[in-house]
């Protein structure tokens, strides 16, 4: 009987450990099993880029006059069946000069999916992206950040790269509830290469839109230029100052 339960213990602890990990890794901005994964660029150039995820919506018009006007040039990371949704705002996100990434088709969490699954979400976007005329590299950002082994695995097969963040204001609460604070969380965080993801594509994220302006004009006067994710990647090891 005490052996039993020594067993059971035992055992317990072992998926307990497993799983802890699998969770860790699943969330990591740092490491993954497949692939290239990009959390931030190694340069000393002052080079970032701005990203944003989810949509398009009825929001995108608004916010590439927002951009055309300051001069940027972003990487919108764009789900699926939004683009499919908004195919004209996705278009205009292209000719406006900006890149897409996909961000899935469906939004949901990419672990613990089949593979079938997986790589439909991808390729359906995929053609979504090249449809709205866009050419470029297409990278990959995870929903929620989520990745573990098949997602990984199946973007390395399609020479996709995922993209993660290293600075993320309006994913804290405390933070997201006001654009100063987004702001200035960016302004303290943002280094050479950094990759900030803010969420500005519905009604709900006014507060993250609000904050680009400055956020823009504040890393300017410290001397930053702002890149699409793909010219970014092409700082990657440029250390000359």
């Known amino acids: 009987m005490k052996k039993n339960i020594i067993i059971l213990v035992t055992l317990f602890a072992i998926v307990f450990v497993i799983s802890f990990a699998g969770l860790q890794i699943s969330s990591s901005r740092s490491f993954q099993f497949f692939g290239g994964l990009i959390e931030q660029v190694d340069t000393q150039e002052k080079v970032v880029a701005l990203t944003f995820d989810d949509g398009p919506t009825e929001k995108t018009g608004e916010i590439l006059e927002l951009l055309e006007g300051l001069e940027v040039e972003a990487t919108f990371f764009v789900t699926g069946r939004e683009l499919e949704q908004y195919k004209e705002e ?3 996100i292209v000719l406006a ?3 897409l990434g996909n961000h899935s088709y469906s939004h949901k969490r990419m672990v613990l999916k089949s593979p079938s699954f997986i790589r439909k979400e991808i390729e359906l976007t995929n053609q979504l992206i090249r449809e709205a005329g866009y050419q470029g590299d297409i990278h990959f950002r ?9 997602l990984p695995y199946i973007l390395r ?4 790269k995922t993209i993660m963040w290293d600075i993320e204001p309006d994913s804290y609460p405390e933070i997201a509830s006001s654009s100063q604070k987004i702001i200035d969380h960016v302004v303290e965080n943002v280094k050479p290469g950094s990759i900030v993801l803010l969420h500005i594509m519905y009604e709900s994220r006014m507060e993250s839109l609000n904050a680009i302006e400055e ?12 890149k699409t ?5 092409e700082y990657q090891g440029k250390n000359n100052v």
Do not use: C, W
């Open 215 to 226: 956020i823009v004009d504040t890393l300017r006067a410290e001397g930053y230029t702002f």
């Open 90 to 92: 996705g278009k205009n």
């Open 142 to 150: 995870p929903p929620n950040g989520k990745k573990l082994i098949l």
């Open 229 to 233: 994710v793909s010219e970014l990647l």
């Open 97 to 99: 000069g900006h890149e």
């Open 157 to 160: 097969q399609n020479d996709m």
